[in-house]
Structures are given as C-alpha cells and as structure tokens.
C-alpha cells in the first residue's frame, strides 16, 4: 500500500509525502517506527542515531523495495553540526534520543539528566527557529507517584480512580527527594516538556508530546552477554526474558508489587503515524499512549512470561520461577519507583480516536516467541563455554 493508492487523513484529505527527521531512529521505538514508515507510507525518513544495528534490515540491500526513503546519518547530537541542516530538511522532526533505562537514572545521574534536558535542547531550538514541527518523545515516569501512594494503606480512597489515573491536563508531577537519584530522568524530561511547551506558547512552536506508558516488544533493549554488555542491566522485559533464557531465577525488586499497564509495541506505533499524519489534530497536545487494560504488578508480568515461555520453549519452568532481591541490591543507592501507571484515554481518544487491541497475554507470546527464536542458541552456546572454561 506504499504507492499508488491515495491515502488519507482523519478528516479525509490527502496525505503530502513528508521528510521527517528522525532522531535516536536506532533505537527500540525508532526501529518500529521505521519499519512502519518504510512499508506502509510514501514519507521519507532522516534516521539520525549512533547505532544502526536494529536498523540494519530496512537500510541493507540497496534492493529494497524503500531504498532511497531512508537514509542513515551516525551521529551524536550531543557534538554534531550536521544536526541543524538535516533538522531544516525535513518537514517534521521526531526525537526519541535519551538514555532511558532505570538501572542509568540513580547510577549515572548527569549522564541522565544532560541526555534528557540539555541534548534536547538545540533540537527544539532549531525547531522553533526553522518553523519545523516537533514530535517529542517524554515518558509517563513524568507523573511520578500516585496521590493514592500517600493514603494509608487500607483507605478505601485507594479503589478510587481520583485517586491514580493518570491525566495530561489534570495530574500533578509528584516525585521522591533529590537523594532518590532515580527521579533525575522524570525531572529531566518534565523540564523539557515545559520547554517545548513554553516555546509553543511564547513562539508558535508546533509540537506534540508523546508519554509512552510502558510500551514493550521485540528488539527492546538487549540480553545481557549476547548483544549487550554482560553487567547491563536493561528494563524489565529483556531483564526477565534474559532470565527465562538462561534458566535462571526471575529478581522482583521489593517483591515486585509496582503496577504497570503494558502496551505492545506495534499498537502504540499506530498512534504515532496518526499523529504524524494528522497535524491538526496533533499539534499543541500532551498524549499519554498506553493501554489501561493490561495492568499487572510485576510479579504477576513475571508469573505470566514464565508460563508463556515455557508453552513457547517447550521448556519446563523452574520450581521455584522467582525469587525476591532489594532494590538496593539491584540498582544501588538512591532507587525509588512509580507505585502505579494507569493512563487517561481522552484526549487521545477525542483527539486521534485511537485505542490500543493487543492484550497482555497475546503481546507477551508474540514478544516471547521472538526472543526464544533470535537468542536461545546464542545464549546456549555462551553458557556451555563459560561452564567449559
Ligand atoms: P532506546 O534506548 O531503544 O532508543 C533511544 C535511541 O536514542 C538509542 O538508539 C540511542 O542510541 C539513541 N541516542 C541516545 N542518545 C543519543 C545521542 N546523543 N545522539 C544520537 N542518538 C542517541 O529507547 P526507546 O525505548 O526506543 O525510547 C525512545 C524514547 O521514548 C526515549 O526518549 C524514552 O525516554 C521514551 N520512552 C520510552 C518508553 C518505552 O516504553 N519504551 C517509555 C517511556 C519513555
Ligand atoms: N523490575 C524487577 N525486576 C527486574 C527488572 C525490573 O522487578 O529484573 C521492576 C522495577 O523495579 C519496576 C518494574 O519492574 O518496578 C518496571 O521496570 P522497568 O525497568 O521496565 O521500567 P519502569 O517501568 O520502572 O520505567
């Protein structure tokens, strides 16, 4: 459907074949997005990043049928004067370029806060400067703790939605003290969200800002020791499929009693085209993306992947599939975490009229049968030297 059929907006008007500058392409969101840029659409993508690997499918051959509709610059936008001109280029730029997996924010606190507010800054500044239209990729950590979390324990308030559905326009930013290091990223990238907003309000700046409530799939992060470093520690789906495939123990921080909604990441991926192509519609809004059907707590996600691995593997799972592990043990000094993540639908609702369909257990088993297929002979094959040596 990439060529040939006229394709259209929400509001039924042709959609322009755009130039879009996107930066931290490489990475696990950047890689989907290109995909579907590349094979559904006529739009010409920039992918700016410092790796290319999880690209590497759409760029090479030069055969493919999108050859010549993307083009990989590597460059660090921290120190690059190229970035000005490939921003003035393109008709949109998107940046999802950050250092963004908790086991950084408490460890590596400046590298974090400079990567999520100061290396984002010329990029807005050539936005709102070259009149270009910016998409922004911020998190849903930017709403912090629950006003529920504070309640005592057994306060029916709890159960009340007031009290931890997370809202755009409505929700306060609520975060632990300067000691818990773990908020350096939420502060970070609430400050660049005021930012950009700032330069929306004073400067015309058009902009949409994206807060991913944990969205998960194939090609997120890496496995420790096979396309990683050994000591890595990544996020919660590749640190549990890691264990999964070495036959080890699951760690729950704390007991794995934080919630979470999961979203797959090819639903999410289909509102971030929507806003891509609908600007109207998009511009000058804050959009949770998540999915508020598919709430676990962790230790139920790590019940739920044990069970599909081992349906996926054919692998009995471990006696005893989990085991619990402090969160100073896991992540060192100055940890805190989100309590609950339930996102607000309406804006995006009223805005893209979008909702995410895959649930949990489909997106896990489509996700688990990926990791088992791409690394279970790797991951043999590296235990059966370490045991050899
Ligand atoms: P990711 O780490 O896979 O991707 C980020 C990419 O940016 C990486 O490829 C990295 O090499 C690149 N990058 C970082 N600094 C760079 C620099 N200075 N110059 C050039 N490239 C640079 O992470 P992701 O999951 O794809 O997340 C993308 C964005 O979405 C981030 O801004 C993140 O904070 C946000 N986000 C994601 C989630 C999620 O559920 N995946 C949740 C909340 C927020
Ligand atoms: N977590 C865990 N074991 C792990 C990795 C993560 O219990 O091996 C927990 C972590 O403490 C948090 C949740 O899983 O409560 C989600 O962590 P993730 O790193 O995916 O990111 P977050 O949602 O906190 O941004």
Redesign the pocket.
Known sequence: AASGVSRVDLDGRPIKPMTICMIGAGGFIGSHLCEKLMSETPHKVLALDVYSDKIKHLLEPDTLPWAGRIQFHRLNIKHDSRLEGLIKMSDLTINLAAI????DYNTRPLDTIYSNFIDALPVVKYCSENNKRLIHFS???VYGKTIGSFLPRDSPLRQDPAYYVLKEDASPCIFGPIEKQRWSYACAKQLIERLIYAEGAENGLQFSIVRPF?W?GPRMDFIPGIDGPSEG?????A??SN?LLRREQ?????G?Q?Q?TFIYIKDAIEVVLLMIENPDRANGHIFNVGNPNNEVT??Q??EMMTEIYSKVSGEPPLEVPTVD?S?KV??GEG?D??DK?IPDMTIINRQLGWNPKTSLWDLLESTLTYQHRTYAEAVKQTMSKSVAS
């Open positions: 963004c997996t908790p086991a998190t849903c950590e944990n998960i520690v990544p996020r919660v789906l640190c549990f264990a699951l760690k729950l921080v704390d794995g934080s979470r962790v230790r996600l790590a592990v969160s896991f992540y940890y975490d989100s993540r």
